[in-house]
């Protein structure tokens, strides 16, 4: 065995499941994070694994979607992401939502208390020194711009960017309760939920219009010239942009009326504005798909027209940075090492995965991959049928180079699934099939593998 330690650069949730995942098979790890020395335009502390735009994990089904399955087949793998989301979850129906500063502690806390752990608390500003033998660069979309320099020369590659927006927060004891009320979509439970988790503030047609016609003509920030022409991910799109698109869009979209019911009112909902828990105590809720780059001023003044909310106040306005990442299937190899210098690889959103699960998830890969390179062990992939073998497929070489996006998982990416499904469950019949199949690929896949995190 190599004793020299690995390196990580960027202590986001795929820098911290790579570390986490590398010391567990018993390899020492240096983890490099330039916070609190080098802030930047979205963090605001300076914890480990620290959640900077929404805070969920998305739908937490395991049996009939993707992410879910994704969730399932981490915990599996020993992650620590998951056991401490599980650990801070917050009702939000049937998905997984945490309270982000439990959530950011508790990681914090297992690296500082790991004994192969080392975290050095300084930017790395440029190509990892040569004496690093192996290297695992998981900066993130905020990468500091020394590094992302070196990487683009390195590679020869301009990287890909698009704009990743935040969505206001409000304190609770603000809403007015006698107009909203609590409910989740069809009443839908979920790990943490009761089927009451989201507060939900009606419109009727007139005061939807009206809010529409204030959002779209509201005042927004400008952006910088070198951020001009940087395209939005569709998973992630600023409420400005969506209403843009179409005076109906939004009422198909984060505010759709759909399985939800007012108590106070005979009348059904034209629009729906839905706020989730954001932290343990119940406190505070961020408003679900509001990402926005509109000024302060004017965010207060539009989204206080929304029923329920105006006397809102306001912990954190939204706001908007731009999200970088390289052209992963051209230049990574099916172990996500850079095919030019193979002594450095690449995990989380840099690598062109969306989504913290979807990150974290490349940080497993990663910290495996690394760790059975330096104790002498062959490198076994995860299935292409599971969760996990999916999103690596997709951005070592399963997504078209020339087109290459950020991809959230979804069973897109999985190979087709054999057998005929028909009658009213055919969808969800399909599905199940698929998540089956993978955790059983799964369970075959860690029962043949030498190391076991």
């Not at 963090?43 to 805070?55: F, I, M, Q, R």
């Not at 300084?122 to 998981?138: F, K, Q």
């Not at 780059?293 to 306001?314: C, H, T, W």
Request: aromatic share 8%; with cysteine; proline share 6%.
């Amino acid at each position: 065995m190599n004793t020299k330690p690995i390196h990580i650069i960027g202590g986001g949730l795929a820098g911290s499941e790579a570390a986490w995942q590398i010391a567990q098979l018993g390899v020492p790890v240096v983890l490099h994070e330039m916070r609190p020395n080098v802030e930047t335009a979205a963090h605001k502390t300076d914890g480990l694994a620290e959640l900077v735009c929404s805070n969920s994990f998305r739908s937490d089904d395991a049996e009939h979607n993707a992410v879910g399955l994704l969730h399932e087949e981490m915990r599996r793998c020993n992650s620590l992401i998951m056991r401490e989301g599980d650990k801070a979850a917050v009702p939000a129906g049937g998905a997984l939502a945490v309270d982000r500063d439990i959530f950011s502690d508790g990681v914090t806390k297992a690296l500082e208390d790991h004994p192969l752990i080392t975290i050095e608390r300084s930017e790395v500003a440029g190509l990892p020194p040569e004496d690093w033998d192996s290297v695992i660069i998981a900066t993130g979309p905020l990468t500091s711009s020394p590094l992302a320099e070196a990487i683009k020369d390195l590679t020869g590659e301009d990287a890909l960017a698009f704009f990743d927006a935040i969505a206001p927060i409000i304190h609770k004891d603000s809403i007015n309760m006698e107009t909203a009320w609590f409910q989740s979509r069809y009443d839908k439970e979920g790990p943490a939920g009761s089927g009451k988790d989201y507060i939900n503030c009606p419109m009727n047609e007139e005061q939807y219009n009206a809010f529409i016609h204030e959002l779209v003509s509201a005042e927004y920030g400008e952006f910088k010239e070198w951020e001009k022409d940087t395209p939005y991910f569709d998973g992630c799109l600023p409420v400005e942009v969506m209403a843009s698109r179409g005076p109906e869009t939004l009422r198909f979209g984060p505010m759709k009326p759909v399985g939800l019911t007012n108590p106070h009112s005979d009348e059904r909902p034209y629009a729906v504005v839905q706020l989730r828990q954001d932290n343990a105590l119940g406190t505070l809720y961020n408003m679900v798909g509001f990402q926005t780059k509109m000024k302060y001023g004017e965010q207060s003044r539009v989204f206080k027209m929304i029923p329920g909310l105006e006397n809102a106040d306001f912990a954190r306005l939204g706001g908007l940075h731009r999200n970088t990442f390289i052209n992963s299937p051209k230049l990574l190899n099916e172990t996500l090492q850079l095919k030019t210098m193979p002594r450095i690889r690449f995990a989380g959103q840099i690598t062109g995965c969306e989504g913290y699960v979807e990150s974290a998830a490349i940080g497993i890969m990663a910290g495996r991959f690394a760790a059975a390179e330096k104790l002498g062990e062959t490198i076994e992939h995860p299935p292409a049928t599971t969760a996990l073998g999916a999103i690596l497929g997709h951005i070592t070489g399963g997504a078209d180079e020339e087109t290459f996006q950020p991809m959230n998982v979804n069973f897109g990416l999985f190979p087709p699934i054999e057998g005929k499904f028909r009658g009213k469950t055919k969808k969800m019949d399909k599905k199940k099939a698929y998540t089956t199949r993978a955790l059983n690929d799964l369970n075959a896949w860690l029962d043949t593998l030498k190391l076991s995190a």
